[in-house]
């Protein structure tokens, strides 16, 4: 599921929320639901929301609020796949 919000939006409406910057993947919310979601074996906030960013500076006013890239956990390309194979992950990319 894609949805493409300009100008803004409320991007923490999911209790785990991803972000897609750099070619990479990123936890930005939700640490305590993470060994579950990465490991597939108990129960877990879904959908997921993934926010999909081009720009540095996006990232950072938008979705990381003063923290750094070295501050979140990087997650592996195939949960992130497993999530949108099981429809499981609403993507939402911000114009920039």
Not at 61 to 83: A, C, F, H, Y
């Amino acid at each position: 599921m894609d949805m493409t919000i300009p100008g803004g939006g409320d991007y923490f409406r999911y209790e785990i929320t991803i972000m897609f910057y750099n070619s990479r993947y990123w936890l930005i919310r939700g640490e305590e639901h993470l060994p579950n979601m990465l490991q597939n074996n108990g129960p877990y906030p879904k959908p997921v929301g993934c926010v999909i960013v081009k720009s540095h500076q996006t990232a950072s006013s938008t979705l990381l609020k003063g923290k750094s890239l070295s501050d979140m956990w990087m997650i592996n390309p195939l949960i992130v796949e497993r999530l949108r194979n099981e429809e499981m992950l609403v993507e939402i990319t911000i114009d920039d």
